[in-house]
């Protein structure tokens, strides 16, 4: 079943803005990771946050996690328009399905020039 | 890192055929897992694939509908069997979990068989 799931599901700014995605699950976790999705091909790792961290960044992304709401957040700032595609969460499913992940329903971003 | 590709990159099928998707990866790895992504969904996990071993499938997925080959630690093939237009989606296969020079968590994805049955 789906864990993560995030919202919006659709969003939609100008270049040079801000976009928050934010993304919640169910069971505990070891870390969490977001993954960027162009044009219905393959995902892109972006960042991962460990259970013991609350912040992380990477360039332009900053991710937050808080393990009392089980939530996370993903912050892209002063976005362009290469910036548009979807943004998925994901956690790990299992230890038996080998770190396979389960990913939340995604935000589809688009960022107009 | 791995660098994974896929074949076919797409395909449009007639229904009641069976459509085999192949997945290479350029290191050696222990896990490959194949994926599903329906129009406008997110992904969910098929099965996980050892080489040497049959492959773990989760609920809702059966072998006799997606059977899988792991004939060595580069290669994977997934068939997607007696197709119906319900069986349209992006399949993607990715690799992981601490083998092949990749981290535990962080996993490596192809870009995807886009199929469309009718």
């Known amino acids: 079943s789906q864990q993560g799931e995030e919202d919006p599901q659709a969003l939609s700014i100008q270049e040079g803005e801000n976009a928050t995605m934010n993304c919640s699950y169910k069971t505990s976790i070891n870390n969490l990771q977001w993954y960027r999705q162009n044009s219905g091909r393959g995902l892109v790792h972006l960042i991962l946050?460990?259970?013991?961290?609350r912040e992380k960044h990477s360039g332009r992304l900053r991710v937050t996690l808080d393990t009392s709401k089980k939530s996370s957040s993903l912050l892209i700032t002063a976005s362009r328009a290469a910036d548009t595609a979807s943004y998925f969460c994901a956690t790990v499913l299992n230890s038996n399905s080998g770190y396979a992940l389960n990913f939340g329903k995604g935000t589809s971003l688009l960022v107009t020039p | 890192s791995a660098v994974i590709s896929q074949k076919p990159s797409r395909d449009i099928c007639q229904r009641g055929t069976s459509l085999t998707i192949q997945c290479q990866v350029d290191?050696?790895?222990?896990?490959m897992f194949w994926y599903r992504q329906q129009p406008g969904q997110s992904l969910t996990l098929i099965a996980t694939?050892?080489?040497?071993?049959?492959?773990?499938?989760e609920s809702g997925f059966v072998i006799d509908k997606f059977p899988i080959s792991r004939p060595n630690l580069t290669f994977s093939t997934l068939t997607v069997s007696n197709m119906s237009p319900e069986d349209s989606s992006i399949y993607l296969c990715?690799?992981?979990?601490?083998?092949?020079?990749?981290?535990?968590?962080?996993?490596?994805f192809g870009p995807g068989t886009r199929l469309t049955v009718l």
């Open positions: 290191s050696q790895v222990t896990m």
């Open positions: 990715s690799v992981g979990g601490g083998a092949g020079g990749t981290t535990r968590n962080e996993q490596f």
């Open positions: 946050i460990r259970s013991n961290e």
């Open positions: 694939a050892n080489q040497g071993s049959e492959a773990t499938y």
